[in-house]
Nanobody, 126 residues
Framework: VQLQASGGGLVQAGGSLRLSCAAS????????MGWFRQAPGKEREAVAL????????YYIDSVKGRFTISRDNAKKSIYLQMNSLKSEDTAVYYC????????????????????WGQGTLVTVSS
């Protein structure tokens, strides 16, 4: 399985970005997927997760109401729509796949994820 993340960039506070992650290999519809981020000097954290069918999602408290995760199993892709961006959202964003997830899984532990994209940098200027 390979994951390719894209869509990062420089944006002013209050602006929007849409991240995409395309998968190749494996059976995408069986994967729980997630977006994680890592800011300088901080640990990697789960930002938004989505289950296999797309019907269940999880968001870290700091992005609720601003970020939306979605998936298109036909296109083997997930997306992260980020609105009302803040300077504290500045980080490298990674997409990841848990290929052993059951239908309702939304694993938050980083070690549950088997495959990772290369990361895309999001910089929010204040």
């Amino acid at each position: 399985v390979q994951l390719q993340a894209s869509g990062g960039g420089l944006v002013q506070a209050g602006g929007s970005l849409r991240l995409s992650c395309a998968a190749s290999g494996g059976t995408f519809s069986r994967f729980a997927m997630g977006w994680f981020r890592q800011a300088p000097g901080k640990e990697r954290e789960a930002v938004a997760l989505i289950g296999r069918s797309g019907s269940n999602t999880y968001y870290i408290d700091s992005v609720k109401g601003r970020f939306t995760i979605s998936r298109d199993n036909a296109k083997k892709s997930i997306y992260l729509q980020m609105n009302s961006l803040k300077s504290e959202d500045t980080a490298v964003y990674y997409c990841a796949a848990d290929v052993n997830a059951i239908l309702t899984d939304l694993p938050r532990q980083i070690e549950r994820y088997d495959y990772w994209g290369q990361g895309t940098l999001v910089t929010v200027s204040s």
